[in-house]
């Protein structure tokens, strides 16, 4: 980066180092990526770098990303100013100080200027004095930025939680007036903000309070709009994607999932699809929320009696189903922990304790689906049974056997019940819970 900028500046250009690069610094952080902003045009810069080591990302906005000796990209942005704003997109026209570069930044925090070669800060803004005092701020009039971009009313709630800052006064109170405009949003960019809150903010209830008491989520996400503190802090309760060494995408899944908890299965599903999340994610939430709206809220009731059985435990997990537990278990807990912080009734520790322990054996040894069952299809056509829809109420009954005592699970002992079985179906008799259809 320090070599692209130098680069530039030896060619006769401003070359400083701009936006959340600068924040992140002095804020005490590792900054992921500088980006660079220049008095260049962006053909000079494709020209100085040469065409090989740059790609024109986003020529039009004068974007273009240079790659450094190892390969990485960095974005070297042509000063600029807004000609033309519609509520999200801007007009841009090149020729532009740094001065106006940087006043058509969203923050103040964002808006802070340095210069390698020179080691100057370029601060008109104020934003190392509201990086002191933790504020976000927009830069100029707040009403009017906010109206050029709906989209910094999301960022600004985005930064404040993320780093623990307070919004300056004029600032919230340009992001409620907002909410009502919010609709001029794309979805996609209504998904990028929801997940970059779960990826980059520690507790997201706090970002996420915001969205629902300035209006944003009434207007962006209405089967959201009175969602409760308990669901937002359980969020709070599941790590972030890049806690610890490694990055685990599978952690916004599952915080998106929490923030559905209360939400039906098919509403979540339709927003999701809407929000333009991808399928899987779309039906991972649904079906976590399904399956806490059932087993979970019945796990919660039975954890406040006395101890739980085994077969009881068994048969929540073979409602859960393997692929689900994971991520289920890990909800129910984040759940019941944000329910004690909140002062809500909880369930004891002890017993949540015993739960889970209980849990991971059965998950370990016992078995718990169709497919752990000792006998198949294939067994039922060799003991003579003609092949039917009766085999999926055959294995279920024989399933439910085995939840409720797992040394059941032999192939000699499960045949031996199946003429029973056949004959309890003949008479119309469902032989425990009807199969759970699969999701
Ligand atoms: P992050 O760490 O999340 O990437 P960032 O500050 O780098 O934070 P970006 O979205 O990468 O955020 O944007 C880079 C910079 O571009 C910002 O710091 C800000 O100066 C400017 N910027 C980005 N989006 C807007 C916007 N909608 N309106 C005005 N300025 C913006
Ligand atoms: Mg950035």
Not at 333 to 344: H, Q
Not at 368 to 397: C, Q, S
Request: glycine fraction near 8%; proline fraction near 5%.
């Amino acid at each position: 980066m320090l070599e692209i900028a130098a680069r530039l500046e030896a060619a006769g250009f401003e070359a400083w180092c701009v936006g959340g690069a600068i924040r992140d610094a002095l804020l005490g952080g590792a900054p992921l990526d500088w980006d660079l902003a220049t008095s260049a045009t962006p053909e000079k810069v494709r020209s100085i770098f040469g065409r090989g080591r740059t790609i024109p990302v986003g020529i039009e906005f004068g974007t273009v990303s240079v790659l450094d000796d190892e390969g990485v990209q960095h974005e070297v942005t042509t000063f600029r100013r807004d000609v033309k704003t519609d509520g999200r997109h801007a007009v841009v026209e090149f020729g532009a100080s740094l001065d106006e570069d940087l006043a058509r930044r969203d923050f103040t925090i964002n808006a802070i200027a340095f210069r390698p070669s020179t080691h100057e800060l370029r601060d008109p803004f104020g934003g190392q004095r509201d990086i002191e005092r933790g504020v976000v701020r927009a830069v100029g009039d707040a009403e009017q930025r906010m109206r050029e971009d709906r989209l910094r009313a999301l960022r600004a709630i985005r930064f404040a939680s993320r780093y623990g800052f307070a919004i300056e006064p004029a600032t919230l109170e340009a992001i409620r007036r907002s909410a009502p405009h919010l609709t001029r949003l794309s979805h996609e960019r209504v998904q990028q903000e929801l997940v970059k809150t779960m990826e980059q903010v520690r507790r997201p209830s706090e970002a996420l309070r915001i969205w629902r008491d300035a209006g944003a989520l009434k207007v962006l996400l209405p089967a959201l709009a009175e969602v409760d503190d308990l669901t937002l802090a359980t969020i709070d309760e599941l790590p972030r994607a890049a806690e610890g060494a490694m990055t685990r995408p599978q952690r916004t899944s599952n915080r998106v999932a929490a923030l559905f908890l209360g939400v039906p299965a098919v509403e979540t599903r339709r927003v999701l699809t809407n929000l333009r999340f991808s399928k899987h994610e779309t039906h991972w939430a649904a079906a976590l929320g399904e399956r806490w709206q059932t087993v979970g809220e019945e796990m919660t009731v039975a954890l406040r009696g006395g101890p739980l059985e085994g077969a009881q435990v068994r048969r929540w997990l073979a409602r859960v189903g393997r692929t689900y537990t994971g991520a289920f278990v890990r909800i129910a807990l984040a759940r019941w922990t944000a329910m004690a912080r909140t002062g809500l009734p909880a369930p004891d520790a002890a017993a949540v304790r015993s739960l889970h322990r209980s849990m991971r054996r059965s998950l370990l040894s016992d078995p718990l689906e169709l497919a752990d069952l000792r006998v198949t299809g294939n067994d039922l056509r060799r003991a003579g049974i003609p092949a039917g829809p009766i085999y999926a109420k055959i294995l279920h009954a024989l399933l439910d056997q085995v939840l409720e005592e797992p040394a059941r699970n032999a192939p000699e002992v499960l045949l031996a019940e199946v003429p029973a079985i056949v004959a309890a179906l003949g008479r119309g008799v469902a032989s425990g819970p009807q199969p759970s259809s699969e999701p």
